[in-house]
């Protein structure tokens, strides 16, 4: 006798190819044998019935928690986000210093030592040839950004463009201090808030000329474009910076509007301007300041602040009394 039953020609259909219509249905029943024993594969992300193995959900939506706990208390959502500030954005692997196994037990000699050669040979392989050129240059600019009391978000446009400096071999034959004060110096621009040459070249030590030389390579290469610096960008730091009252500040921005409006300081320096619009407004305010402060600040000479101030005051006086201008 056969095993198997025979079906006389009944019709046979698997319980997966069953099909019932789903108005009406109870969500917690299985629609094929009417069991209550339901549960969701969380891997599979389906919900299975217990009792006949039918899939009665597919691509079910993980409603618990998206974050993990690596250390601590910390809930982490996944690893760390690429830098810019990192040769290798931050994505590489390396070696740890750790001496201890996965279980905590401690490790012997003869691994220590490999662990040690493979730890130095990570670090001989991590970078390629343009991440290599970009380590010391990215820990150069996090020095000077430091120094010069830059925000994260002026690094990061730094670093930027230092990698696409280098990229684009732009430091064959140049001084890495040169390119990494250039592209601090690009970057300020484009965000509004520029140094001056002078500061660049005091933190870093390279010459004012050499500075802005490499600046316009790097920005001519690139197709860097950031408008022009203004007065108004530098009086507000160069008053903070000299501790001086807001009012100063606010009537300094008086004075360089009132001379942008009448195009008297076309083609003068911005630092020049800013500096000689705090000297006239310390001045009419009657707050004690030199010009000696200014200058040893804005890293423009005394004769350029005096020039300045005279054609604020020449021009202030022939606005309030034009007859006598006649």
């Known amino acids: ?22 108005e009406g249905r109870d969500p917690t029943r299985c629609p094929n044998c009417g069991s209550f024993a339901l549960y969701v594969d969380p891997v599979r992300g389906e ?38 500030m990192a040769p290798d954005k931050g994505l590489g692997s390396m070696v740890g210093n750790g001496l201890r196994d ?19 040979v990570s670090r001989w392989t991590r970078y390629d040839r343009t991440e290599r050129a970009l380590a010391p240059g990215l820990a150069q600019l996090s020095s000077l950004s ?6 994260p978000a002026f690094r990061e446009r730094a670093a930027i463009l230092l990698r696409r400096a280098i990229e684009a071999g732009l430091s064959r034959g140049r001084s890495m201090d040169a390119i990494v004060a250039a592209v601090v110096y690009l970057a300020a621009k484009q965000l509004g808030a520029p140094r001056g040459l002078h500061e660049l070249a005091e933190a870093t ?5 050499r500075v802005s030389l490499t600046a316009k390579i790097i920005a001519r290469e690139l197709g860097v474009f950031s408008r022009a610096s203004r007065a108004e960008d530098f009086v507000p730091r160069f008053a903070s910076q000299l501790g001086l009252d807001a009012r100063v500040g606010e009537r300094a921005l008086s ?34 300041l030199t010009q000696a402060q200014i200058a040893r600040l804005t890293g423009v000479s005394e004769v350029t602040i ?8 020449d021009f202030l006086l022939t606005k309030e009394n034009p007859s006598e201008a006649a």
């Open 1 to 22: 006798m056969s095993q198997f039953a025979t079906t006389e020609g009944r019709d046979v259909t698997f319980p997966r190819e069953r099909k019932e219509p789903t």
């Open 47 to 84: 919900r299975v019935c217990d009792n006949c193995g039918f899939v009665v959900d597919e691509g079910l939506v993980d409603q618990g928690p998206d974050w993990t706990t690596f250390e601590g208390d910390d809930r982490i959502r996944a690893g760390p986000p690429p830098s810019v």
């Open 102 to 120: 996965a279980k905590g037990n401690p490790i012997d000699a003869r691994s220590v030592a490999a662990l040690n050669r493979l730890r130095r």
């Open 146 to 151: 430091s120094r010069l009391g830059l925000a």
């Open 205 to 209: 030590g390279v010459t004012v000329h």
């Open 255 to 288: 004075l360089v509007a009132q001379g942008k409006d009448s195009k008297i300081l076309e083609a003068n320096s911005p630092v020049g301007i800013a500096a000689g619009a705090l000297y006239l407004a310390s001045e009419d305010l009657d707050v004690p």
């Open 306 to 313: 005096r020039k300045h101030y005279r054609l604020l005051k």
